[in-house]
């Protein structure tokens, strides 16, 4: 049952709530926004228990102050930002138990720059088109869409669409090796396209070969790089077009942006590759002065990726190992129509025999005619004829 649960003291530097972010209105012009480190946010509501999608407290490098006004439990992800509660210490990517009357804060940025708290049930506010994320240009989401401020109120402990008491359900495990150490140096792979045509050779050896540095002018939008430039072929402007989370900009000057949360949903600029979804984590957590270098993989490598840290995610809120049978599935499109249905080996996917059961929801992305497309579709059987 929701209730008051958390009281800011101090607001830290930024810090907003944030969830998975809102998803299809990007069409009318609105971005997604949601957590920068969707890796990080989602495990510490795997956590805890909660759904994949509850929203969270996004603290960035300086974290807020807080004090708890209900005995709730708390796993902090992300960027180690030095946590404490009462002054101790707090464990990270674990799940810890505090009581009414608690102070929580953190003493500074140790590795990387984004943190993410979570509480029992989520941070409960309004959604605004589905989706509690504050998107801050539009003033929308979380608290009147602004950042957390001294002396606002969070609630939390919603239950779940199956009416769950949040304080009641098992905590997950994170197994120790999968815990990231992010480092000042960031390895990015990258799928080439949808406009690598639009570079030379030297251009795209560029991206490949050398390092780039994130500017002090980053933020939610994007990651401007800086660096060698990348060479285009015939200039650096194309009739706008869609821009997928991760998409890496470069316009006439030759610096690549990666396009991130608060991304526009059209752009103007050649797009030389995109950021594989299961590595934005290591982008979202780069200081200003970090270093970012890229390697290019396929569309089946990048699949494979996104498979395995959705195997890890599950495991976590098993708190155990998650089979290739627990795998997401993927959609393959051909010719403008859905061909099949393929597990997380490529191999047909198996309808169950009993009847109505649902077999999960896919999300893939393709491209027909030219353009990228993302989809979820949810398969069930609906009979044994």
Known sequence: MSGAALKIIQPGMLSTIQDRGRYGYQRFGMPTAGAMDMFALRAANALLGNDDNAACIEATVLGPRIELLADIRIAITGADLSPRLNGVPMPMWTVVRARKGDTLNFGGPADGVRAYIA?????????????????????????????????????AGYTDSVGEDAEERPAGIMPQDAIPQYGSEHVAR?????????????????????????????????????????????????????????TIQVPGDGQPIILLADRGTTGGYTKIAT??????SKVAQAMPGHTISFKAVTVEEAQAAYRAQERLLASIRSGGEVTD???PRIAVVMDDTISDILDGDGEPLTLPAAVGEQVGTH???????????????????????
């Not at 540095?213 to 060479?231: F, Q, V």
């Not at 993302?374 to 004829?385: G, K, L």
């Open 119 to 155: 509480v029992s049930g989520g941070i409960d506010v309004p959604q605004v088109m589905g989706s509690r994320a504050t998107y801050m240009k539009a003033a929308i989401g979380g608290i009147d869409g602004k950042p957390l401020r001294a002396g606002d109120i969070l609630n």
């Open 325 to 327: 049978a627990a795998a």
């Open 275 to 280: 950021v594989i979804s299961a590595d934005l």
């Open 190 to 246: 990258v799928v080439l396209g949808p406009q690598d045509a639009s570079f030379t050779a030297k251009g795209i050896d560029t991206l490949l070969s050398a390092p780039y540095t994130a500017s002090i002018n980053s933020d939610r939008m994007g990651y401007r790089l800086e660096g060698e430039p990348i060479e285009h072929v015939d200039g650096a402007d194309v009739i706008s077009d869609g821009t997928p989370l991760g």
């Open 363 to 385: 999300s893939g992305a393709a491209r027909i005619g030219g353009a990228t497309y993302e989809f979820d579709i949810t398969v069930r059987r609906m009979s044994d004829s």
